[in-house]
């Protein structure tokens, strides 16, 4: 395994956590690999104890499952849990958006476009984590917009198993048709359409998850 850097204290727990969820999300830690406490905690220079409660709240969030002898392994892509943690996702922005839109200002409109051009960089360097990083600030926008910490809260224990089909499967990713998407979000946040916002919002996500696992589903059924 890539050696991860040495953390130190407070909230090694936390820390822990942090630096192995992103692991997992980037298949840097890949689907069905094992894994021990015990070497972890010398990875990250610390006790067995904070790695076990991080392993803990991964294993609640579906990313890991226990096996006998204090081994753990990396959960598999599931495309049925994909498919609808996808929905979930679509939905809980598209209320962020409805939320955050008739409140929203100029400077967020800015960081939205922003973000935007970052993504259109990454997309064009065929750079999966930054152009997952520049997607994820602008849809923060609307989150941090909407004022409402419980849907990010609930966004954050699935988004996970969305990024993990997202990394595996970047090259389907029709990159124009994001972005063209995202400046139809933008341009209905500038004119204060909430419905429309929230709509376009929702279907960004949709049309997301319907490439990424119809082309796991054609891969999967012609292997």
């Not at 803990?56 to 392994?73: A, F, H, N, W």
């Amino acid at each position: 395994m890539k050696t991860i850097k040495t953390i130190e204290r407070p909230a090694l727990r936390d820390q822990v956590y942090d630096s192995l969820k992103k692991a997992i999300i980037t298949l840097e830690l890949e689907p069905g690999q094992r894994i021990k406490d015990k070497d972890l905690a010398a990875e990250f220079g610390v006790s067995r104890t904070p790695v076990r409660e991080a392993l803990k709240r991964l294993e609640d969030e579906g990313l890991v499952e226990s096996l006998p002898g204090s081994q753990t392994r990396i959960t598999e892509i599931h495309l049925e849990e994909a498919k609808n943690a996808f929905t979930v996702v679509a939905a809980l922005q598209s209320l962020a958006a409805r939320l955050a839109v008739p409140i929203i200002s100029d400077e967020d409109i800015q960081l939205m476009e922003e973000s935007n051009m970052e993504l259109r960089k990454a997309l064009e360097k065929k750079d999966v984590i930054q152009a997952v990083e520049a997607d994820d600030q602008f849809h923060a926008v609307l989150l941090k917009a909407s004022r409402n910490d419980e849907i990010e809260r609930a966004l954050d224990r699935i988004i996970s198993k969305v990024r993990r089909l997202e990394f595996s499967k970047f090259s389907s990713v029709d990159a124009e048709q994001s972005l063209e998407e995202h400046k139809a979000i933008i341009l209905a946040c500038q004119k204060k359409d909430y419905i429309l916002a929230s709509s376009l919002v929702e279907e960004n996500w949709l049309s997301l998850g319907r490439i990424l696992v119809g082309d796991a589903e054609h891969k999967k059924n012609n292997e």
